[in-house]
């Protein structure tokens, strides 16, 4: 059964930081591009960021609105992707869901999602 | 930056067709997909590649796209594709888009 389990969301004051985590089980996760994608609270899906493969140089890109705070990262050993979020700001208050990109003919989608972590940023 | 347009809300009575749209400029040359959310849980894909099923998905569950807007149609729509439906391409620099969601309510 494919899984992937986030943790390490929770409170955060402003101008904090914090790293999430994504364990994958049931596929082989190193051979898998992992996307993240957060949603504030009543609000609709927004994308955060993704990493590739190591066959791909572990290439990563951002949403530019982010403007270089978060960092996304794996650890292949560990069948787990990280999510690094620095300088934090109320409006990145959200559940913080962990997506595994899959691909038909070349052509990509999201086919598995963790159940989220809620992400608090406030004082 | 590039923006996927989605009505807020889209009402169909239970057994009837109910169509969500999704608008974006010269989105016919992209491929969409759209993702399901019912209230507390994680989206659930349901269509890929503009009208690609997963398996599970039931085939009630089809999408099109061409010219400026793509489609998802649920024909004999039940109380249980009550949820929020969300569009999402892939930009030109590689950037991933999604629509603002659509509430779909069976009356």
């Known amino acids: 059964e494919v899984q992937l389990v986030e943790s390490g969301g929770g409170l955060v004051q402003p101008g904090g930081s914090l790293r999430l985590s994504c364990a994958a089980s049931?596929?082989?996760?190193?051979?898998?591009?992992f996307h993240w994608v957060r949603q504030a609270p009543g609000k609709g899906l927004e994308w955060v960021g993704r990493?590739?493969?190591?066959?791909?140089?572990?290439?990563?890109a951002y949403d530019v609105s982010l403007k270089g705070r978060f960092t996304i990262s794996r650890d292949d050993s560990k069948n787990t992707a990280y999510l690094q979020m620095n300088s934090l700001k109320t409006e990145d208050t959200a559940v913080y869901y962990c997506?595994?990109?899959?691909?038909?003919?070349?052509?990509?989608?999201?086919?598995?999602w963790g159940q989220g972590t809620l992400v608090t940023v406030s004082s | 930056s590039y923006e996927l347009t989605q009505p807020p809300s889209v009402s169909v009575s239970p057994g009837q067709t109910a169509i969500v749209t999704c608008s974006g400029d010269?989105?016919?040359?992209?491929?969409v997909c759209w993702y399901q959310q019912k209230p507390g849980q994680s989206p659930v894909l349901v269509i890929y590649q503009d009208h690609r099923r997963p398996s599970g998905i039931p085939e009630r569950f089809s999408g099109s796209n061409s010219g400026n807007t793509a489609t998802l149609t649920i024909s004999g729509t039940q109380a249980m594709d009550e949820a929020d439906y969300y569009c999402?391409?892939?930009?030109?620099?590689?950037?991933?888009?999604f629509g603002g969601g659509t509430k779909l309510t069976v009356l």
């Open positions: 990493i590739r493969t190591r066959a791909d140089s572990y290439a990563t």
């Open positions: 010269v989105l016919g040359d992209k491929y």
């Open positions: 049931g596929f082989t996760f190193s051979g898998s591009t």
């Open positions: 997506t595994r990109r899959n691909y038909h003919d070349g052509i990509g989608y999201y086919d598995y």
């Open positions: 999402q391409a892939w930009d030109s620099s590689t950037a991933v888009v």
